[in-house]
């Protein structure tokens, strides 16, 4: 199994629907984060989590929302989905340590029609 | 806020060709990373960068800290077409627990067999 696993791999929806993206980890780390990944915009930081009580906007937090049910898992949400929020969305982990990096998930390709 | 400049934005080469390319920083860097991500997944950690000069090589990849701290470079040797990808920079300002990475915008390399 993946160190981190992402579900749905691939999703459409419509316009004004609600969606959870979901990620879950093996790694035993403590911080989670979640990104969106536009052509030529690189990674954009969209909320990010230290522990299961601490959570924190990114650069791109409007929209979203976010859930850190426990140490292992780490769910994004759209409320109400618009169309310019189709992207590629990645779940990462690292540990206090952050020097050592980050581990990512293989991604949710989300379209909103 | 912080950010990253990473060059060029695409390379079109052909196999067994070198490859450069860098990332430069407004702001001095504690730690340099460099990603590679493969069509469909996410980026996976290549090469740590901790020193200022430090220089690291992992196979045909030799990626390098800039001695002024704002720079990083990361070069492949001998190219095949499995290089192909986008290759990511990421910096923490200011490293150990308390510092998020910030991406640069990557690097699209194509290889021509």
């Known amino acids: 199994d993946a160190d981190v696993t992402q579900t749905p791999r691939n999703r459409i929806t419509k316009t004004g629907k609600r969606i959870m993206l979901e990620c879950s980890q093996t790694?035993?780390?403590?911080?989670m984060y979640w990104y969106r990944q536009d052509p030529g915009l690189g990674l954009q930081l969209i909320y990010y989590?230290?522990?299961?009580?601490?959570?924190n906007k990114g650069e791109i937090s409007d929209g979203y929302s976010v859930s850190r049910q426990a140490q292992a898992k780490f769910s994004l949400s759209l409320e109400s989905a618009i169309p310019n929020q189709t992207a590629l969305y990645f779940c990462?982990?690292?540990?206090?340590?952050?020097?050592?990096?980050?581990?990512f998930g293989s991604g949710t390709r989300l379209t909103v029609v | 806020g912080q950010q990253l400049n990473q060059s060029p934005q695409s390379m079109f080469i052909q196999e067994g060709e070198d490859v450069s390319m860098n990332c430069t920083s407004s702001?001095?860097?504690?730690?340099w990373l460099w990603y590679k991500q493969d069509p469909g997944e996410g980026p996976v950690l290549l090469i740590a960068?901790?020193?200022?000069?430090e220089l690291t090589s992992n196979g045909r990849l030799t990626a390098q800290f800039g001695i002024t701290r704002k720079d990083s470079f990361l070069n492949i040797s001998a190219s095949i077409p499995s290089d192909v990808g986008i290759y990511f920079c990421?910096?923490?300002?200011?490293?150990?627990?308390?510092?998020?990475?910030?991406f640069g915008k990557g690097t699209k390399l194509s290889v021509k067999p």
């Open positions: 990462a982990t690292s540990d206090f340590r952050v020097n050592y990096g980050y581990t």
């Open positions: 790694k035993g780390h403590d911080r």
């Open positions: 989590s230290f522990d299961v009580k601490d959570i």
């Open positions: 702001s001095i860097f504690n730690t």
């Open positions: 960068l901790y020193k200022a000069g």
């Open positions: 990421a910096g923490s300002a200011t490293g150990g627990s308390q510092g998020n990475l910030i």
